[in-house]
């Protein structure tokens, strides 16, 4: 996925309020940029990181800025989560996950479950309809080794049983990890963050979801699926 306009390099001042990043650009001028993700951002908001933002003209937004990628462990980090599915979409059309290949039409946020809506529905006449829930992955712990999540999330251990009940109903469920980065090999649950998700995980595993995970090349041009990843869901 391209990103529309050139992107703008600085280094990041502070994340605060979840929504602001001060960016100081390279004229020493400092910005506030939009932070799209709500999430806890472990390791990648650490003052002093490259940043990459992108800048929109549209008179109505309050923040021109949208802080879209970062620097950190010597490679590119994609900040943005609700990319994710973005990705995944475009990469299912492409044939560049193998194991979501096949089907005749993809639909996004189609209601499900208790009061939920799954990322992304496949559907095919042969076969039956298979339901993908998108995770976005930043964070690396050990080298080579993606960890999922960095903060406690009962809204993923909800959307794993929900997953799990789809499989019970005759259908195929998947949970697919999206890791924004490229130096990434293995995919593993945070059990130390989240006992509860990781339990969940495997148990959903066990029910007959399947656990997927893909790599990312992230660049200041463009984001893009381009490898599948191992998982590791024992403890």
Same mark, same amino acid.
């Given at each position: ?9 600085? *280094? ?36 002093? !990181? ?10 109505? *937004? ?17 900040? !943005?989560?609700?990319?994710a599915n973005s990705l995944a979409e475009e990469a299912v059309n ?27 529905? !496949? ?17 690396? *712990? ?12 009962? *809204? ?48 959903s595993a066990a029910a007959g979801v399947e656990v997927l995970a ?22």
């Amino acid at each position: 996925m391209k990103f529309p306009t050139d992107l703008i390099e600085g *280094r990041l001042v502070k994340r605060y309020k979840r929504f602001f990043a001060d960016v100081e650009l390279a004229d020493g001028e400092v910005v506030t940029a939009h932070c799209a993700n709500t999430g806890a951002m472990t390791g990648i908001k650490t003052p002093g !990181l490259p940043v990459w933002l992108s800048r929109s003209d549209n008179p109505k *937004r309050k923040l021109k800025y949208t802080w879209e990628l970062v620097e950190a462990e010597g490679t590119l980090i994609g900040a !943005l989560p609700n990319l994710a599915n973005s990705l995944a979409e475009e990469a299912v059309n492409a044939g560049v996950i193998s194991e979501l290949t096949g089907y005749d039409s993809l639909r996004r946020e189609v209601k499900y479950g208790e009061n939920s809506r799954i990322d992304l529905l !496949l559907e095919g006449n042969d076969r039956p309809p298979c339901w993908v829930e998108v995770k976005n992955v930043h964070w690396q *712990r050990g080298p080579g080794i993606a960890e999922f999540p960095d903060g406690v999330t009962s *809204r993923g251990a909800k959307h794993l049983v929900e997953l799990a009940n789809q499989v019970q109903a005759g259908e195929r469920a998947v949970q697919l990890f999206i890791v924004q980065r490229s130096d990434c090999d293995v995919l593993r649950p945070a059990e130390d963050i989240d006992p509860v998700y990781a339990r969940t995980l495997r148990d959903s595993a066990a029910a007959g979801v399947e656990v997927l995970a893909y790599a990312c090349e992230v660049s200041p041009t463009a984001v893009t699926i381009h490898r599948p990843m191992r998982v590791e869901l024992s403890q």
